[in-house]
């Protein structure tokens, strides 16, 4: 089983599936009904890497930063240079980072179940932080560490320049995949996405919704897998 080291010397368990083009997609656990339908979506014609992270909690060090260096190391255990990035929520706001980091290396990038532009930020800080206090207080310290990794992660982006990573990915293939009916009140994305559909299309973006679909369409690959599919077909190096 393929495993590269993370930051707090926890393993981070990867997988990959089919030949061609490699496309990194997180956060989807290896395992299980989801990962086998993305596999068979999109890992025909393409090398599929599926990344179980963060994995193990990490309360206090799931900086942005050492986000991207773990992403980094299962890319070097993988053997891959240029990548082709399909991100959903988490993983989405993740490859933004990455995408800043390493932007001669990402060769086409989805943003699914997020907004590149006008993201809420300090709502995901909100939230975070109100899930960390109920976990703490319904099932104790000692599991709330799980909980708390995302109010690191995400104070760490309260006041980041979201910008930059458009400018980074601004010669790069790119796509913002939303479901339309992807709206809660800490981070109304359908909304968001659709109030800045047309300045994304003039920066590059193709804009693409899926219809009737929550959040949490991830779990539904037969849904998003052919919608990416056939975007990373048109777009990534043959």
Known sequence: MPTAMAHDGTEIA??????????????????????????REIA??????LMDYPGPAKPDTLTPANAVADVLAVLDAAGIDRFGWVGYSFGSVLGLQVACAVPDRIAAFVCGGWTPMGAPYAGMVDLSETLARLV????????ASSARQWVTFYRGLRDWDEAAAREALATT????????????????LADLVAAHEQALIADGWDVRYLEGRHHSVLV??????????DWLDANLPS
């Open 173 to 188: 293939p790119r796509l913002v995949l939303v479901g339309d009916r992807d709206r809660s009140s800490h981070a109304p």
């Open 220 to 229: 539904r690959p037969s849904v998003v897998g052919p919608a990416v599919r």
């Open 14 to 39: 990867w997988t990959s599936y089919g030949d061609g083009f490699p496309v990194v997609m997180s956060p989807i656990r290896r395992h299980g009904r989801t990962a086998d339908g993305y596999a």
């Open 136 to 143: 703490r207080r319904v099932l104790g310290k000692r599991r």
């Open 44 to 49: 025909d014609g393409h090398r599929l890497i």
